[in-house]
């Protein structure tokens, strides 16, 4: 079941998501060759729990941290630990906090340093599918429009997108139905709503679009070792264009 939020409980998550996108901020303002992906694990931990909110990710399913952190051919899901970040190198941040029963969700991905051109090319389409998406979350589009604006729009700059991992719903869980691939046919899913919220999530890669999944259980790597880039606002479905809650 999809749930239609209230225009008051949208206003709560505007603050769980705000939480978020803050946090993203520092992150990516403290992001520098030598800094250790545990260092900013620390950091989006203090800087929520001093909102008076709780991590969304530390403990669900048994993960281990506060934030995914996923370098270069890492996807999404990489476990914070010891090493460090290097010039050349592109960052995924991913976080989720829990503040007055509802949860926050988004990502971005940042370069360390100056990155190849390729890097340069991979942030921009992914930033801009994240983009694409969003525009088509409108009252009255179907849910895979969504998808489909992502996909057209990766796979015409020569990358591909991710299959096994999508978007969600996110609200009083941090996953709801629908499930939101960033993949598929347009017209075709259930019909969006006012106080649909959404959490859309692209995962891009230069390459081929399989993944694997390390023995850590956790970390999503790209089969054929090459980048890949994650960006995620959660969004509300308005009467007009979506209310994009994860902004700071
Ligand atoms: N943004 C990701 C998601 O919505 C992060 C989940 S990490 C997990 O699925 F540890 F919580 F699973
Ligand atoms: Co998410």
């Not at 239609?4 to 206003?11: A, D, L």
């Not at 900013?40 to 909102?51: F, N, Q, V, Y």
């Not at 999530?201 to 980048?227: C, Q, S, Y």
Request: charged share 25%; aromatic share 6%.
């Amino acid at each position: 079941m999809i749930h239609i939020r209230t225009p008051k409980e949208i206003e709560i998550m505007r603050e769980s998501n705000r939480l978020v996108a803050q946090v993203l901020q520092r992150l990516s303002d403290a992001i520098k060759p030598g800094v250790t992906t545990k260092e900013l694990d620390h950091l989006a931990e203090r800087l929520i729990r001093t909102a008076g909110a709780t991590p969304a990710f530390k403990g669900y399913r048994g993960y281990p941290a506060t934030l995914c952190v996923s370098i270069d051919e890492e996807v999404v899901h990489g476990i914070p630990v010891s090493r460090q970040l290097k010039q050349g190198e592109i960052v995924s941040l991913d976080v989720g906090a829990f503040l007055n029963e509802y949860y926050g969700d988004a990502a971005i991905t940042v370069p360390v340093g100056k990155v190849s051109k390729e890097a340069v090319r991979l942030l921009e389409v992914s930033r801009q599918a994240l983009a694409k998406g969003i525009e088509q979350a409108r009252d009255g589009n179907r849910l895979l429009d969504i998808s489909y604006a992502i996909q057209s729009w990766v796979e015409s700059h020569g990358f591909s997108v991710v299959r096994d991992f999508v978007g969600h719903g996110i609200g009083r869980n941090l996953h709801e139905d629908p499930q939101v691939p960033n993949f598929g046919p347009p017209h075709a899913g259930p019909r969006l709503r006012p106080g649909m919220v959404l959490a859309i999530e692209p995962m891009i890669n230069v390459g081929t679009w399989e993944v694997k999944v390390l023995d850590d259980g956790w970390t999503v790597v790209t089969a054929d070792g090459r980048l890949s880039a994650h960006f995620e606002h959660t969004i509300a479905i308005t009467e007009k264009e979506a209310d994009i809650l994860s902004l700071p």
